[in-house]
C-alpha cells in the first residue's frame, strides 16, 4: 500500500477558510477526512508527494493521519509536522501527529515522542523520518498541513 504524505499552506479570512484552503493545497479538500491513529501496516511505502485523486471521488472517505496548526496573530508562525518510523523488513511502522509555533519544538516534540513508543513494540524499526511544514501570519489567518493520506472509499461500498 502507498501512503502519500502531503502538505499543504493556507490562508482566508477565518481560521476555517485558511484550513479549507490549507486542504485544497494538499490536494484533499472535496474528501470527508478520517482521522486514524498512528500505526503504519505491513507492506506499507511513504511517498513524499502532493494527493491527486483518482477520478471523480469527490465526497469520498478518506483516512488520513494529520497535523495541523493555525493562528490569526500577525507575526506568528504556525508548524505541523508528521514523524514515522519503519520497519525495513515489511513496512510496518508508527506515524507521530504533532504541530506548534516553532518549528525546533515540533521537531523536538516528534522525536522525543517516537522514542518513547518503539521500544514498547516488538519490531526493528528504523530511523525517524519527519516532514515539517510552517506558514507565518501576516494579516489574515494562517493553516499549516502535513496530511499521511492512506485510502479512499466511495459512500457505496
Not at 500505526?39 to 511517498?47: C, D, F, L, R, Y
Not at 506568528?76 to 525495513?88: C, K, V
Amino acid at each position: 500500500m502507498k501512503i502519500h504524505l502531503t502538505v499543504g499552506r493556507g490562508e482566508g479570512p477565518t481560521r476555517l477558510a485558511a484550513f479549507d484552503a490549507a486542504l485544497r493545497d494538499a490536494g484533499v479538500a472535496n474528501y470527508n477526512l478520517i482521522c486514524l491513529s498512528s500505526v503504519i501496516p505491513p507492506g506499507s511505502e511513504i511517498v513524499r508527494a502532493r494527493y491527486v485523486p483518482q477520478g471523480d471521488e469527490y465526497g469520498h472517505r478518506l483516512y488520513v493521519v494529520m497535523a495541523r496548526e493555525d493562528t490569526q496573530a500577525p507575526g506568528t508562525t504556525a508548524w505541523a509536522g508528521l514523524g514515522w518510523t519503519q520497519d525495513p523488513r515489511d513496512g510496518r511502522g508508527l506515524f507521530v501527529e504533532l504541530h506548534g509555533a516553532e518549528r525546533e519544538d515540533v521537531e523536538r516534540r516528534i522525536h522525543a515522542t517516537l522514542e518513547a513508543m518503539i521500544p514498547t513494540r516488538p519490531f526493528r524499526y528504523g530511523p525517524i523520518q519527519t516532514e515539517i511544514l510552517g506558514v507565518e501570519c501576516k494579516d489574515k489567518p494562517v493553516c499549516a498541513l502535513v496530511i499521511a493520506t492512506y485510502k479512499s472509499e466511495g459512500w457505496d461500498e
